[in-house]
């Protein structure tokens, strides 16, 4: 399968009896079951980057992005969508 969606989804249609998928994604799905959770512990620390491009076009625009994702709104959002963030942008 090309990604965790279409993981989910085959599982979701009955095309597959069972996935392994993020949580992120199971929060979006219908249909489906969560029949085992991976222990924080035993996962890998998943880590995403942020950064703005030497060549960017709008490097403002991208830094008040990026001050809007660590911002107390920001990180709520994320929070609540199943991610953790650091608290604060960083360095």
Do not use: C
Not at 61 to 83: C, D, K, N, Q
């Amino acid at each position: 399968m090309p990604d965790a969606r279409a993981v989910l989804g085959a599982v979701a249609s009955g095309k597959a009896q069972v996935g392994l998928v993020y949580t992120t994604e199971v929060r979006t799905a219908e249909n489906v079951q969560v029949v085992l959770s991976i222990p924080d512990a035993e996962q890998p620390k998943i880590i995403y980057a942020s950064a703005i491009p030497a060549d960017s076009r709008r490097p403002r625009m991208a830094a008040e992005f990026l001050r809007y994702v660590y911002s107390p709104w920001g990180i709520t959002a994320f929070r609540r969508h199943g991610f953790t963030l650091p608290e604060g942008p960083p360095e």
